[in-house]
């Protein structure tokens, strides 16, 4: 048999895995292009111009791609196995250097806006908690899987273990990342216990755990109280963000115009109410690529607030496309999960990931519809941002890769099953055959079938 010539018309049906999830990353990164250009009025910088912003983003988006294929390519689930097993001293490591403050030629950790959340390596500014993400969930769908399977090292009590390579690189975890980003901190921290849980986790101890969260989160606020203020100074923050009751907006309108007090309520609601104006005047339609006016009064809007930018040049129907596309994922990622047979690693891994990109889709569109206080979380594959399109990059390639190891598995499975198609072959012919006979077409009977029908019915005279 000739193998099928490769031609451009058929490169698509070559392509393994799962082709939704190709279509939807190609989908999303289309998106980022031309969003990205559109937004950029505050990214440019000194003599920079539009096309400078986005050559920059064409270049991550061809590292994320290239990112993405070396993963898909990677046939041996074994490989990233390994790999995520270092998934907890990866991101202590980073986490320790960003809360050490270190300051040295090759490794710098940067303060912004009173957080530490970026360590600058060899002139590269890593976002720490975009790999956090990921490394994770990989580490966490090791741990689970390889407690499973009997493999971790140690005490001889389960709950020891459990204890040394989940529940501790857990609560770490949450605990580092803490003093950055609370918000950071709940969103991580929800996605792990997620993971957890869906690994076989036991109600008794996830909610053990869930408190030993909570007593942490409540350490944290003790400790700045009683530091009046100084240390865990985002605990504040959030508590300003959750509790704060001022209307700035009536602050805006009693306060002089012009006046300290003006400007001090207006920063207050420009980000959040901008947003909304920026929702609302998309309309069904929305204003057309480049017509945005929101981008020259929201700082963030190309990060903190790509969907009401979405919203305002693309219209409800730009927002509904965005949405899909995450929920096609969601609903493409528990395909893929149930496909993956028995290996928990890539199930926990599948979902893990499926989980935080969405996830954070939605967190992102909550913030921007002003459901909630101000994560500071991006628009996964989207959004401007180096670090996070990279970290989901890798992502979607893991699941790309696993999603080829399943597929591979499905087919070998329906190969197993051949005997199943040959029976339902053979149960066909017999209805052809009793159709014929029922119909007195009796030429095309085996001859020892005819004959023991002509004897039925002589036996009965018929």
Known sequence: MTSKKRTVWNFFDRIEGDKVVWIIVLMLILISIVCIFSSTSRLLEGSQTRLDIVKSQLFIVAAGLALIIVCYNIKNIKIFRWLSQWGFL???????LLLSKINTPIVRSIELNGAR???????????????????????????????????????????????????????ATLLMILPGSNSAAVFIGGIMFLVILLGGGNLKDMAVLALAAVVILGACYAIYEISDHKAMGRIGTAISRIGA????????????????????ALDKIRQPYSAKIAIKEGGILGKGPGQSTQRYVVPDISEDYMYSFIIEEYGLWGALIVIFLYVSLMARGSIIVRNCGKDTFAKLSVAGLCLLITGQAFLHMFVNADIGPMTGQTLPLISHGNSAFLCFSLAFGIILSFSRIAQRRIEKEQREAQPLLELRQNVSNGLEDLDSFESGRTDD??????EALNEELNEYDL
């Open 445 to 450: 009977l085996d001859s020892e079938l005819h």
């Open 245 to 264: 009751h001022d209307d700035w907006e009536q602050k805006v309108i009693d306060a002089k115009e012009g006046s300290r007090e003006y400007y001090e």
């Open 117 to 171: 959340r970026i360590l600058q390596i060899a002139g590269v500014q890593v976002h720490v908690f975009e790999v956090v993400k990921v490394a994770m969930v990989l580490y966490l769908a090791w741990a689970l899987d390889a407690l499973k399977k009997g493999e971790l090292r140690g005490p001889a009590s389960t709950i020891w273990k459990k204890i040394i390579y989940i529940y501790a690189p857990f609560l």
């Open 90 to 96: 990866l991101s202590f490591a980073l986490l320790a």
